[in-house]
C-alpha cells in the first residue's frame, strides 16, 4: 500500500465502527487532519462498517444522486464526505479500508492508488476470486465489486475504498437510482456500472471478518509488516468529536455541503486539508 522503505516495519490497524455513518465520516476526516499535529506518525489501516447508507462526495447534489424516498423508507442513512468522487451506498455486508499515512511514505498519488488497489485484488485473490483493476475500482466479470479513492494533501495521504462483500444489491439500486441520468451541472456526477458483490461471485456465503482477514494477511505478506492493533490518539478523538460536534451532525452539510465553521482549531476553509482526489468512488 505504501511503498517507502520507511514504511517497513509496524502499522497501526483500527478496527473501528460506529452504528452512525456520520461518526464513521468525522473519523475519516480526523484520521487525516491529525496528522499535521499529531504524534502518530505510522501508517493506519482502518477496518470498518457502516450501517445502511448513502456516501455522497464532497462536490455532489445530493438530489441527483439519491433516491430520498427510498432512503427514507428503509432506513438508509444520506451523508456527505470530505473526499471528493462520486456516491456509493454501504451497509453492514461492506467492508470499508482506508489507509492514512504521511506523504513523505508514498512515491506519488498515482502509485498509491495503483498499488493500494492490486493489494486489495491479491486479497481477494486469496479468497478464490479472479478480479481486474482500473484506475478506481476492482471488478469481476466486468461488473464492479470495489471502489476506490485517493487524495494527497500537504500533511497526508489518504486513501479508501468499499468491498461489497454481501451487500443489499437491490437496495443499493434503489437508493442510487437517480445517479443514472445523465443531467449536466457544475455538480460531480457518479458513473452508473452495474455491481455485484463477493457472495454473488463466489456463490456462497462470506462475511465481512472473512474479508478482513484476507486483507490483513495480504498485507503481512505483501509489506513484510506487522500489524498491530491501536485506538485513536488523544488528537484523533478530539478532532473527531469537534468535526461530529460542528459538521457531521449537521443536515446542512450532508444535504448541501457547506462548509463547517471554524472549530477548535480547524480551519474554516480547510486550507490545511485541501484534498487533490485521483479518482472517485464511482
Known amino acids: 500500500m505504501v511503498t517507502s522503505p520507511a514504511n517497513k516495519g509496524r502499522w497501526r490497524i483500527l478496527k473501528l465502527s460506529y452504528s452512525s455513518a456520520f461518526r464513521n465520516l468525522a473519523v475519516e476526516e480526523a484520521l487525516a487532519r491529525a496528522l499535521s499535529t499529531d504524534v502518530q506518525t505510522q501508517p493506519t489501516l482502518r477496518l470498518w462498517t457502516n450501517p445502511r447508507a448513502v456516501v455522497v ?18 432506513h438508509v442513512q444520506i451523508a456527505r ?36 488497489l492490486q493489494l486489495v485484488t491479491r486479497a481477494l485473490g486469496r479468497l478464490g476470486l479472479r478480479c481486474s483493476t482500473s484506475r478506481n475500482s ?23 475504498c468499499s468491498i461489497l462483500v454481501d451487500t443489499d ?7 442510487l437510482a437517480p445517479s443514472k441520468s445523465t443531467a449536466k451541472s457544475r455538480f460531480v456526477h457518479s458513473r452508473w456500472q452495474e ?32 500489524l498491530v492493533s491501536g485506538s485513536l490518539s488523544i488528537a484523533e478523538k478530539s478532532y473527531s468529536e469537534a468535526l461530529y460536534s460542528r459538521k457531521y451532525s449537521s443536515r446542512e452539510w450532508h444535504m448541501n455541503g457547506n462548509h463547517m465553521p471554524e472549530v477548535g482549531g480547524i480551519e474554516r476553509s480547510d486550507d490545511n486539508c485541501r484534498m487533490r482526489p485521483l479518482n472517485a468512488l464511482n
Open 57 to 74: 462526495g464532497r462536490f455532489q447534489e445530493v438530489r441527483a444522486e439519491v433516491d430520498i424516498d427510498q432512503c427514507q423508507l428503509h
Open 81 to 116: 464526505r470530505f473526499t471528493g468522487g462520486g456516491t456509493v451506498f454501504h451497509d453492514e455486508a461492506t467492508l470499508n479500508v482506508t489507509l492514512v499515512a504521511q506523504p513523505r511514505m508514498v512515491p506519488s498519488g498515482l502509485t498509491f492508488q495503483e498499488n493500494n
Open 138 to 160: 476492482i471488478s469481476i466479470d466486468g461488473r464492479k465489486v470495489c471502489g476506490a479513492a485517493a487524495a494527497v494533501g500537504s500533511h497526508f495521504a489518504f486513501w479508501h
Open 169 to 175: 444489491s437491490q437496495l443499493l439500486e434503489a437508493s
Open 195 to 226: 455491481v455485484t458483490t463477493l457472495a454473488e461471485a463466489l456463490f456462497r456465503p462470506i462475511s465481512v471478518d472473512e474479508v478482513s482477514g484476507s486483507l490483513e494477511r495480504a498485507i503481512r505478506a505483501g509489506m513484510a509488516s506487522e
